[in-house]
């Protein structure tokens, strides 16, 4: 998996769920899938995150049964919503705070070249 900054993953996990629930395994290839295989979490990355999330009430679980196989799936609370709009907020001021520093034409005045 590329590096994420620290908190991260939880806020991918939460928008993984958002429109669909799903168990260990599936948000593990949304992941892959919607980043073009940039982000390649684990199964073993992924289930503390889905842990976490859950003991906050930001997701809830259930077990079902597919095919002869328990699984745990796990779906997106109204809380966890709410948290993934502020995290998409916090997100999005952080890239434009790191776009401006790194952006090469509209130095600030007095800058050196």
Do not use: C, N, Q
């Amino acid at each position: 998996m590329a590096e994420l900054p620290k908190g991260h993953l939880d806020a991918l996990v939460l928008a993984a769920l958002e429109a669909e629930s799903g168990h260990g395994y599936a948000i593990v290839r949304r992941l892959r899938r919607r980043s073009d295989d940039v982000f390649r979490p684990s199964e073993g990355t992924v289930y503390p995150s889905l842990h976490r999330l859950e003991r906050e009430r930001l997701v809830r679980s259930r077990w079902t049964e597919a095919k002869g196989r328990r699984r745990r799936v796990y779906r997106i609370t109204a809380a966890g919503r709410e948290a993934l709009a502020v995290r998409r907020l916090e997100w999005a001021t952080f890239a434009r705070a790191v776009e401006a520093v790194l952006a090469r034409s509209g130095e600030a005045a007095g800058g050196h070249r």
